[in-house]
């Protein structure tokens, strides 16, 4: 499959799921918007781009549960849970799907997670490192992945929802 190359003002993307989550989520018009501020201000600075990246999706698209793998240290839960009081805040009521799933690691058993996954939403942290690459790009391939978002460190795959199966390189200023 072509990737379809974007910048963040949704530059060629078709898909209204796509370009919402590009102009809207990933890069807001606000100059600094308040998960950015929230983040920035009391959270570890290692962790600050992808909180602030699960922070805008959980926010906009609404999840029932949040749930983190691979983080031994226990603080990127932590931090999480911030967010979520920050959810809270923000009186958003779940609306996409039953749970975000941040993956800190490469998980042990790949095939029974991509048959147990509904409409759900995984966030990668750092795909720039060998594993987390490999792992990105084999579930490019799973039959109920419908899209993915390459960013330049982190990447999105979104499974089911009912969407156009398309894979999308998106390149900007600020670094997710």
């Known amino acids: 499959m072509a990737y379809i190359k974007s910048n963040r003002k949704g530059k060629g993307i078709h898909s209204p799921f796509a370009f919402k989550m590009v102009t809207e989520i990933l890069f807001p018009k606000e100059k600094k918007d308040i998960v950015e501020s929230y983040v920035n201000g009391c959270l570890p600075k290692e962790y600050r781009t992808l909180l602030i990246l699960v922070g805008r999706i959980a ?49 042990g058993n790949e095939e029974e997670l991509y048959d147990a996954v509904g ?30 978002f390459e960013l330049k460190t982190h990447g999105i795959v979104v499974f089911g929802c009912g969407l156009q199966k398309e894979d999308y390189i998106i390149k900007g200023r600020k670094s997710y």
């Open 119 to 148: 409409d759900a939403i995984f966030i990668l942290a750092n795909i720039n490192g060998d594993e987390m690459r490999d792992f990105f790009n084999r579930l490019k391939e799973v039959d109920n992945v419908s899209q993915t």
């Open 59 to 107: 926010i906009s698209l609404g999840f029932e549960e949040i749930m983190v793998q691979g983080d031994e240290s226990g603080e990127i839960i932590n931090n999480l849970i911030r967010l979520d009081m920050l959810n809270l805040l923000c009186n958003k009521a779940p609306v996409f799907g039953k749970i975000l799933y941040v993956w800190w690691s490469v998980p």
